[in-house]
């Protein structure tokens, strides 16, 4: 079922071979669901990240809360997140700890893709599914999201006094060489 659903992200293929191995971490209902407006909240940890072998991530406990509204052809999933991911500092090289916070909106349409995609606003991900389907899985799709909220650099913050909280060990070892 899941590489139906997404061949269509823009997204390389081998996300297909990680949906296989990610256990039922984001699952919602299609087939059952109700039209109207329906809310599905979930907590993913460390082990929901490891799963994607993405080793910048170290740790992370990330709130996701899932809105859903469901009508006869689609349905709109209105993505939100807050957490922190732990990674590690560029400057230092120790682990840092990164809040990740955002929202992202994504179309949920019933039936094949068409051949040539619409262009679609840039704020919105489209994804085709059947609906007869039992369930759809958005572990990839809110996987990816919680990462893109990851700033491009990643360095630990300065004090009160201007003074870096890097680690000064290793500031001094990187400095002296
Ligand atoms: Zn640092």
């Known amino acids: 079922m899941y590489n139906r659903i997404f061949l269509y992200f823009c997204t390389p293929i081998y996300v297909v071979y990680y949906m296989s191995e990610v256990r039922n971490y984001i699952r919602l209902p ?3 669901l109700e039209k109207g407006k329906h809310t599905f909240d979930f907590s993913v940890d460390t082990g929901f990240f490891s799963e994607f072998q993405n080793p910048e991530i170290i740790e992370g406990a990330v709130e996701i809360s899932l809105d859903v509204e469901k009508f006869s052809y689609f349905m709109n999933v209105v993505l939100t997140f807050s957490g922190t991911l732990t990674v590690t500092c560029d400057r230092c090289l120790e682990d840092i700890d990164i809040p ?3 929202e992202y909106l994504l179309s949920v349409r019933f039936g094949d893709a ?4 619409e262009t679609e606003s840039p704020n919105e991900d489209v994804i085709y599914v059947n609906a007869e389907d039992e369930e759809i ?3 990839v799709y809110v996987y990816e999201s919680i990462c893109l909220a990851l700033p491009i650099q ?6 009160d006094n201007g003074n870096s909280l890097c680690n000064p060990v290793m500031l001094k070892y990187i400095i002296n060489n």
Do not use: T
Request: proline residues 11%.
């Open 30 to 32: 299609l087939r059952s």
């Open 100 to 102: 990740v916070e955002d």
């Open 114 to 117: 068409p051949e040539e995609p």
């Open 137 to 139: 899985d958005l572990a």
């Open 154 to 159: 990643r360095v630990h913050g300065d004090d």
